[in-house]
């Protein structure tokens, strides 16, 4: 009989110690625990593992905590962090292994039905997202702030997560390195995937590694979101970039991208009439605004592209001074807009 996700969770359970020895093996028993560092399976005492319990309910078999950060979850859960997994069918196929079932036993789960997920990443996303914390008094915070950025507005999309995990892509070990996180979510605000940026240990740049940003999940056409979807509303590529034109507008409604492409086929909210294009000097952000522009104007939307002096708003914010953007974004919006949104700057 095919096991589902939920009966290979309990089937692991039954086994919770030869389960936390195997994947935890950094921590120890005490009693009716298994004691480590954190999920990841760091040395310390923070996090417990319930190794007895009930099958169901309080005090489940399997069901951890760590005391340190709040995380919780299950030996799935174990499994995924411990090897450093993102797709849920790699974790499967990982318990499958240490169950030793034969492949005719394993039901597909439900999320990995969906295209999403065969390419890596929704639910994963979503957990990733779940385990993250909020961004104040954390190295996101030092990041930003050594950006120019020092007062970041509506940034509940973004989270850090202090040992999220970087696969590089020459062989090398993975790595576990502090992150910024950010939720991409569609018009409903449903999150469909994630964006990871790594740090450097003390958050003054980003990790010295192949690939410091990339991102999982379902993303064509869904943004990182900072402010409610309104009528006016603001939409670039880099997280970064839009944070910048947040300093100085820091109440208009506005969409990351992530990339070139994904910008120019972002959706547009049903309220939306009038949009600012957040525009980068490159080649390809030139050519992405002008495809967004005209999708925009076919849909009855006003756009206005807002250009900087840079290469980005970002360069222009840091190079140039929190005045200078300001005087130069109030020049590029209109007047009710400039009334409306623009922050005084003293």
């Given at each position: 009989?095919?096991?589902?996700?939920?009966?290979?969770?309990?089937?692991?359970?039954?086994?919770?110690?030869?389960?936390?020895?195997?994947?935890?093996?950094?921590?120890?028993?005490?009693?009716?625990?298994?004691?480590?560092?954190?999920?990841?399976?760091?040395?310390?005492?923070?996090?417990?593992?319930?190794?007895?319990?009930?099958?169901?309910?309080?005090?489940?078999?399997?069901?951890?905590?760590?005391?340190?950060?709040?995380?919780?979850?299950?030996?799935?859960?174990?499994?995924?962090?411990?090897?450093?997994?993102?797709?849920?069918?790699?974790?499967?196929?990982?318990?499958?292994?240490?169950?030793?079932?034969?492949?005719?036993?394993?039901?597909?789960?439900?999320?990995?039905?969906?295209?999403s997920t065969t390419t890596g990443s929704?639910?994963?996303?979503?957990?990733?997202?779940?385990?993250?914390?909020?961004?104040?008094?954390?190295?996101?915070?030092?990041?930003?702030?050594?950006?120019?950025?020092?007062?970041?507005?509506?940034?509940?999309?973004?989270?850090?997560?202090?040992?999220?995990?970087?696969?590089?892509?020459?062989?090398?070990?993975?790595?576990?390195?502090?992150?910024?996180?950010?939720?991409?979510?569609?018009?409903?605000?449903?999150?469909?995937?994630?964006?990871?940026?790594?740090?450097?240990?003390?958050?003054?740049?980003?990790?010295?590694?192949?690939?410091?940003?990339?991102?999982?999940?379902?993303l064509l056409g869904h943004a990182v979101?900072?402010?409610?979807?309104?009528?006016?509303?603001?939409?670039?590529?880099?997280?970064?970039?839009?944070?910048?034109?947040?300093?100085?507008?820091?109440?208009?409604?506005?969409?990351?991208?992530?990339?070139?492409?994904?910008?120019?086929?972002?959706?547009?909210?049903?309220?939306?009439?009038?949009?600012?294009?957040?525009?980068?000097?490159?080649?390809?952000?030139?050519?992405?605004?002008?495809?967004?522009?005209?999708?925009?104007?076919?849909?009855?939307?006003?756009?206005?592209?807002?250009?900087?002096?840079?290469?980005?708003?970002?360069?222009?914010?840091?190079?140039?001074?929190?005045?200078?953007?300001?005087?130069?974004?109030?020049?590029?919006?209109?007047?009710?807009?400039?009334?409306?949104?623009?922050?005084?700057?003293?």
């Amino acid at each position: 009989m095919a096991r589902t996700g939920h009966e290979l969770a309990m089937a692991l359970a039954s086994r919770a110690e030869a389960v936390c020895r195997h994947y935890l093996s950094n921590g120890r028993r005490s009693g009716r625990y298994w004691i480590v560092g954190d999920v990841r399976n760091s040395p310390g005492r923070s996090m417990f593992v319930r190794l007895a319990g009930s099958p169901t309910g309080k005090g489940t078999a399997g069901k951890w905590t760590d005391a340190a950060t709040g995380e919780h979850g299950d030996l799935l859960d174990v499994i995924r962090e411990s090897m450093g997994l993102v797709d849920f069918k790699d974790v499967i196929e990982e318990v499958r292994q240490f169950l030793s079932l034969p492949a005719s036993q394993i039901e597909t789960h439900p999320y990995m039905k969906t295209p999403s997920t065969t390419t890596g990443s929704t639910e994963a996303s979503r957990r990733l997202f779940a385990m993250a914390q909020p961004i104040r008094g954390t190295l996101v915070e030092t990041y930003l702030r050594h950006r120019g950025i020092t007062a970041p507005q509506g940034t509940s999309s973004l989270r850090f997560h202090p040992h999220c995990y970087h696969v590089s892509g020459d062989g090398r070990p993975t790595q576990t390195l502090p992150a910024m996180i950010a939720s991409v979510t569609d018009l409903n605000g449903q999150q469909t995937g994630a964006h990871r940026t790594w740090l450097a240990s003390n958050g003054m740049d980003k990790a010295p590694v192949d690939t410091p940003r990339r991102a999982m999940g379902e993303l064509l056409g869904h943004a990182v979101r900072l402010g409610t979807a309104g009528n006016i509303m603001a939409a670039g590529e880099g997280i970064e970039t839009v944070l910048s034109l947040r300093c100085v507008l820091p109440t208009m409604p506005m969409m990351a991208a992530l990339s070139a492409c994904h910008l120019a086929a972002i959706l547009f909210p049903p309220s939306l009439r009038r949009l600012y294009i957040i525009g980068d000097k490159d080649p390809a952000g030139e050519q992405a605004d002008g495809r967004l522009a005209d999708r925009a104007r076919q849909a009855g939307i006003e756009t206005i592209v807002l250009s900087p002096v840079m290469a980005d708003f970002n360069d222009d914010l840091r190079q140039l001074g929190l005045p200078t953007l300001h005087a130069m974004i109030a020049d590029q919006l209109k007047r009710c807009d400039r009334i409306r949104y623009l922050k005084q700057v003293v």
